[in-house]
């Protein structure tokens, strides 16, 4: 059974810092394609960045240079930096695992962020 748990959520300050972690288990972590997604109130869920099972990494333009996706397949996670955040980043950011980029894959539960001064 997959589980993805995410943490690291939380209340920051315009241009502070966060870093979110998901902990996988239940599925061969290194041959799968990561991605950490984010919903706004009244808003689409949207990519936000993704880390390829080879280590290939793409961010959504609104993100690039702020944020850093990265993954330890030898403890199964896979992290996001984020820096210089905004308010306009604040959402639930979700976790995916998925085999084939373009699948639906699993889902973690989420994780709150709210960039407020």
């Known amino acids: 059974q997959v589980q993805l748990v995410e943490s690291g959520g939380g209340l920051v300050q315009p241009g502070g810092s966060l870093r979110l972690s998901c902990a996988v288990s239940?599925?061969?972590?290194?041959?799968?394609?990561m991605g950490w997604y984010r919903q706004a109130p009244g808003k689409q869920r949207e990519l936000v960045a993704r880390i390829t099972s080879g280590g290939v990494t793409n961010y959504a333009d609104s993100v690039q240079g702020r944020f850093t996706i990265s993954r330890d397949n030898a403890k199964k996670t896979v992290y996001l930096q984020m820096n210089s955040l905004k308010p306009e980043d604040t959402a639930v950011y979700y976790c995916?695992?998925?085999?084939?980029?373009?699948?639906?894959?699993?889902w973690g539960q989420g994780t709150q962020v709210t960039v407020s001064s």
């Open positions: 995916n695992a998925a085999r084939y980029i373009g699948t639906t894959g699993a």
């Open positions: 239940g599925i061969i972590f290194s041959i799968y394609n």
